[in-house]
């Protein structure tokens, strides 16, 4: 039985600055998939004028991308009758 080492030599050293870039390419991923496969965060987003390639920045991110709540997910819920809440990605 081959042992997996839970230390990445790669990732236990990265910079923190690349450690930042790593995390941001990351949540743009998230982003992205989120708004094509999730169809109350694409609603959230388009109510909102907004398209994950606006977010350009983590300041962005925070301006830009609406909350979202637990009340607003019943609601979408009732509304569309998805049992997910239309979150399922």
């Given at each position: 039985?081959?042992e997996?080492?839970?230390?990445?030599?790669?990732?236990?050293?990265?910079?923190?600055?690349?450690?930042?870039?790593?995390?941001?390419?990351?949540?743009q991923h998230?982003?992205?998939?989120?708004?094509?496969?999730?169809?109350?965060i694409?609603e959230?987003?388009?109510?909102a004028?907004?398209?994950?390639?606006?977010?350009?920045?983590?300041?962005?991110?925070s301006k830009k991308?609406?909350?979202m709540?637990?009340?607003?997910?019943?609601?979408?819920?009732?509304?569309?009758?998805?049992?997910?809440?239309?979150?399922?990605?």
């Amino acid at each position: 039985m081959v042992e997996k080492s839970m230390w990445n030599p790669r990732m236990e050293k990265i910079s923190r600055e690349e450690l930042k870039e790593l995390q941001w390419k990351r949540l743009q991923h998230q982003l992205n998939h989120a708004y094509v496969n999730a169809k109350f965060i694409h609603e959230k987003f388009d109510e909102a004028n907004l398209k994950p390639s606006d977010v350009k920045s983590l300041d962005d991110f925070s301006k830009k991308v609406p909350i979202m709540n637990k009340e607003m997910l019943r609601k979408y819920r009732n509304k569309t009758e998805d049992p997910f809440g239309g979150i399922l990605a």
